[in-house]
């Protein structure tokens, strides 16, 4: 499949913080043709290892997503909801949702508090009334609707970080005979504080670590924070989000990577935001962490969008980053 395929049939199954066991089956089955070992540890993280006799490179993309926890159903049909990982009212308001059990419906607001008072706590998902439902207090629910192209950009739902677990298996797919000992692994937790990447990173104890992640894309009118990154300005290498300060080692391994190979790309600073790197960097002594970013808009929405020749740099800079053996 190519990414967009990949990342439709990631959509179809569903990840949202703490209920990732499914869509980890379904990266099980795509990646076991490509692996030498595919496993899942204790906290649910699923690891894809292409052995070699080099240091160890731990590539991670998280495949949780943010969502929605029923916490109340009232007579009437109407479900109040706690926000699983980091959502704004503004930006979920009128979103389609559907819940593990198909249950469809739209998230809505109260009227009386107004736009400048909104919180989360006036939220609740409308499934359509009064008639008898399966949901339940516990049950996610998550954004849906159908994945589009226009002028090519893709529009989607969770393309983070979809799109980051799509380009780590189109990475693995292409590995032949690597120089480093390669770890893909899929995490989870990540929406929740980088749960899933620190116990992995503990086991695993890579000498590098690359997370693959989307990023704040800020070309769009008048944002309220300012950075290099755009669409269409080819894979972000991380230097710096509120987790992390990318070390030099995996800046300079991804550069030379770049420029070797006359890869598009750009520089991420990410100031509102933490990823995997984070937490994989403090993990027992420290671990050198870096990350390949997607640049995206409208991150944790129901209508976030990457350029499609973006993803494509990301995965051909993984790719090298990954058969490039490792200066430690």
Not at 6 to 25: H, N, Q, W
Not at 55 to 74: E, N, Q, R
Not at 143 to 166: I, K, M
Not at 305 to 326: H, N, R
Request: hydrophobic share 40%; net charge negative; with cysteine.
């Amino acid at each position: 499949m190519n990414l967009i395929q990949y990342i439709e049939s990631f959509l179809r199954v569903g990840s949202v913080s703490g209920d990732e066991a499914a869509l980890g089956r379904v990266l099980a089955e795509a990646a076991r043709p490509y692996a030498d070992e595919v496993y899942t540890d204790t906290l649910g993280n699923l690891i894809a290892r292409k052995k070699a006799d080099g240091p160890k490179l731990m590539l991670c993309a998280h495949m949780d997503t943010v969502g929605f926890l029923a916490t109340h159903i009232d007579k009437e049909g109407f479900v109040r909801f706690a926000a699983v990982g980091g959502l704004c009212p503004l930006d979920i308001a009128g979103a389609p949702v559907v819940f593990t059990d198909g249950t469809r419906g739209v998230v809505r607001f109260e009227e009386k508090p107004g736009l400048k008072d909104l919180k989360l706590s006036h939220g609740y998902i409308d499934i359509g009334g009064s008639a008898p439902s399966s949901v339940k207090t516990g049950d996610r629910a998550r954004f849906c609707g159908q994945p589009f192209q226009t002028n090519g950009r893709l529009v989607s739902p969770y393309l983070d970080n979809y799109a980051g677990c799509a380009i780590l298996l189109e990475t693995l797919a292409r590995m032949k005979d690597p120089q480093n000992d390669l770890w893909f692994v899929f995490t989870v937790q990540e929406e929740v504080g980088l749960r899933g990447a620190r116990t992995a990173a503990f086991a695993i104890e890579p000498d590098l670590s690359l997370a693959v992640d989307v990023t704040d894309a800020l070309d769009v009118p008048e944002p309220k924070l300012k950075n290099e990154c755009r669409l269409g300005g080819g894979a972000a290498i991380k230097l710096m989000d509120s987790s992390v300060l990318c070390h030099p080692l995996a800046v300079k391994h991804l550069e030379q990577c770049a420029r070797d190979g006359g890869i598009p790309h750009q520089y991420e600073i990410l100031e509102d935001g933490g990823t995997d790197a984070g937490a994989v960097s403090l993990s027992r002594g420290g671990v050198p962490s870096g990350g390949v970013s997607i640049p995206t808009r409208y991150i944790h929405t129901a209508y976030e969008m990457a350029d499609i020749s973006d993803m494509a740099s990301c995965v051909a800079l993984l790719c090298a980053a990954a058969q490039l053996g490792l200066a430690i």
